[in-house]
């Protein structure tokens, strides 16, 4: 039987674009004290100009890497991972070590929750994702059959 292939859910749109936002707030904060420091201590202005378009390639390049290269959860034959989610709990683990899958609702957030045989648990908020919730949870519960060698009926 073929490996199945491994599944990347990235960042969504919205969970992106606060990052991004997060990002160009901190440029306008280090330009805004460049230019105090070029004001106050008479330096070249040109640094103002190399710092924002440095400023700029990284605002770019975190975007790209944010929308089109990162992924948030990675599901594979042997188990899962899970990263940039704060208070995921634990972020990687194989499947053979995963009691069950539910949903659940902490604070209102949808989230699929794994827990572990040694009772410690993966949550992960499905609206980080930028997939279809039901598509995400299908394609979760076939990597947890198939990892725990179940077979469909």
Do not use: N
């Not at 969970?15 to 105090?36: C, D, K, N, P, S």
């Not at 089109?68 to 499947?95: I, K, M, N, P, Q």
């Not at 949870?137 to 076939?142: N, P």
């Amino acid at each position: 039987m073929a490996l199945p292939t491994p599944s990347d859910y990235r960042l969504s749109p919205a969970l992106g674009a606060r990052l991004m936002g997060l990002l160009l707030v901190a440029l306008a904060i280090l330009l805004f004290v460049l230019t105090a420091a070029v004001a106050v201590f008479h330096l070249p202005p040109d640094l103002l100009v190399g710092l924002a378009a440095l400023g700029l390639v990284g605002v770019f390049g975190g975007g790209w890497l944010l929308t089109r290269r990162t992924y948030v959860v990675r599901l594979d034959a042997d188990g899962y991972r899970v990263r940039f989610v704060r208070g995921a709990g634990v972020t990687a683990a194989s499947w053979t070590d995963v009691e069950d899958a539910v949903t659940a609702s902490p604070r209102g957030i949808p989230c699929v929750v794994l827990h572990l045989k040694d009772g410690r648990a993966t949550t992960i908020p499905v609206e980080a994702l930028a997939a279809d919730r039901e598509d995400f949870v299908r394609d979760l519960q076939a990597h947890l059959q198939r990892g725990q060698g179940l077979t469909p009926l």
